[in-house]
Each structure stands twice: as structure tokens, then as C-alpha cells.
């Protein structure tokens, strides 16, 4: 799901891609441009606390730029543009053009939370065909074939360099701390809320055989009560499955670490 590009990316990528595979066979059109205010008019406005991550003391590279930062409200090309070049060009296509950095910020925000609501605020469009299951022994399952529809966004996730994503994303982090407060966090630190969203995903189960599902209007569910009350990060590693769910993590564990200053060990205890 991500999110992929830059930090921030990355982990939104992570996220659509999960959240789209935990609904409806059906495909649907893109989020419409409005619903990150929605999403902000529904969120919780959360008490001051201190910073546990600032970015000024992250051991990262040299900013990639320079140039002074557009405004939030004028940062879509620009933002747009510079995920492109860092993805190497295949993140265009994929990419929404509008509310860029608000959407990636929402989806961020979103990830360790239980569900996502019923507002798209993701900043991506749908992966191609339908989510596939397979049945055997009257079990249901993710098929395999799913790695088909996510191979674009897991095609970024390889080819991104986490220096260079890291080193975009302390350049840009003044509009995405914006985004954060205008999301309706007025005294929260958007990197703190990434820091979470990424452990959080580090912190998914990694079972051996995919899970069992059932189908509850028109959405599959985990059978296991346990998996079903994961957070929409955790079951975005589940949907990927163990080869890509792996190769995010090992992603998203550089990241942390240039982002920290700080590495973790690569099976994280939870």
C-alpha cells in the first residue's frame, strides 16, 4: 500500500492497497476531491503532547532541495512531480492529482486506526481487477493471484530509494505538518503519527498460509476474530501476503531507521 516514493508515501500506498482488498469484489472510481475535508471534520482532536520524533534530529542525508516550499493549497504539482521522479516514474498513473500531501497525511493518520470510515481519502486509484479468492476444503482464502493486481505499487516500493524519500520528505515536512493540523490535530507532529503507523505495520502477524475468509455483505472478513480486530495497517500485510508484506516491511524498517536515527531488529517482537 506504500507508501513508496517518499516516507509519507509509502505507507499510503500500504494503505489503499489493503483497505481496497478488504471490500467488495467490485471495482470503484477514484475518492473525489473533497472527502479530505470530510475526513478532517470527523477526526479527533487529540491533547498537546511532547514530540517523540522531531525531524530536525533525524540522521538523514542532505535535503534534496533547496527551493523554497510551495503553499499547501498550490503544492500539488510540485509534490505530484517530485513522488514521480523519486518513483522513477511509474507513480504518475497512479497518483491523484488533487489534495496530494492531504490525502497521503489522512491515510497515514488512518493506518493504525481500526477502519477507515466511510470517507475515500486515499490518495491513489483502485488497483486493476477484482480482489480473488480461491476455496479449498471449504475454506476460503486469498489467492495468490492478488500479488497481480499490487505488483504496480510493490514495483515502486522496490525501486524507491529510501535515502533519497527520506531526504524529500524532512525537505517537505512543513506541508505535511500543515496538513496534519488542518486534519484536526492543531498541536499533534505529523512524523510522530508516521513513527506509529509504521511500527504498527511492523507489528502484523505474519502467518504461514493465508488466512481464512467469509463474505458479510459483500466484504470479506476474516474468520479469526483475532485478525479481523487487526488496524488497517496490520491487515494491508495479511492482504499483501508473506513475499510482499516481507518486502514492505523490509522498506518500511530503513525508513524508520534514517527517520529515527534509531534500527530495529528484523523480526520486531510485538
Do not use: C
Amino acid at each position: 500500500m506504500p507508501a513508496i516514493i517518499a516516507v509519507a508515501v509509502i505507507a499510503a500506498v500500504a494503505g489503499y492497497v489493503g483497505w481496497r482488498a478488504t471490500q467488495s469484489s467490485g471495482s470503484a472510481g477514484p475518492a473525489p476531491a473533497a472527502t479530505v475535508a470530510a475526513a478532517a471534520s470527523a477526526a479527533v482532536v487529540a491533547p498537546a503532547a511532547s514530540i517523540q520524533h522531531p525531524i530536525a534530529q533525524a540522521a538523514v542525508p542532505a535535503p534534496a532541495s533547496t527551493a523554497p516550499l510551495p503553499a499547501l493549497d498550490d503544492s500539488d504539482t510540485s509534490v505530484s512531480s517530485a513522488l514521480d521522479a523519486l518513483a522513477g516514474g511509474g507513480l504518475k498513473d497512479l497518483l491523484l492529482p488533487q489534495q496530494v500531501v492531504g490525502r497521503i497525511v489522512a491515510t497515514v493518520d488512518a493506518l493504525p486506526r481500526h477502519a477507515l470510515g466511510s470517507s475515500f481519502i486515499l490518495p491513489l486509484h483502485t488497483p486493476r481487477g477484482a480482489f480473488q479468492v480461491g476455496e479449498t476444503q471449504g475454506i476460503l482464502a486469498a489467492d495468490a493471484r492478488n500479488a497481480e493486481r499490487y505488483a504496480p505499487y510493490m514495483a515502486i516500493v522496490q525501486h524507491a530509494d529510501s535515502q533519497a524519500l527520506v531526504a524529500w520528505y524532512v525537505h517537505s515536512y512543513p506541508l505535511f505538518q500543515q496538513a496534519y493540523r488542518e486534519l484536526g490535530y492543531p498541536k499533534g507532529y505529523f512524523n510522530d503519527r508516521l513513527i506509529a503507523a509504521i511500527d504498527d505495520m511492523l507489528a502484523a502477524p505474519m502467518p504461514a498460509q493465508p488466512p481464512a475468509l467469509q463474505r458479510v455483505q459483500g466484504r470479506y472478513l476474516y474468520v479469526d476474530p483475532a485478525l479481523e480486530s487487526l488496524s488497517v495497517g496490520q491487515k494491508l500485510m495479511l492482504r499483501l501476503g508473506p513475499a510482499d508484506a516481507a518486502q514492505l516491511k523490509s522498506r518500511l524498517r530503513a525508513i524508520r531507521a534514517l527517520l529515527t536515527a534509531q534500527s530495529l531488529p528484523a523480526t520486531p517482537v510485538r
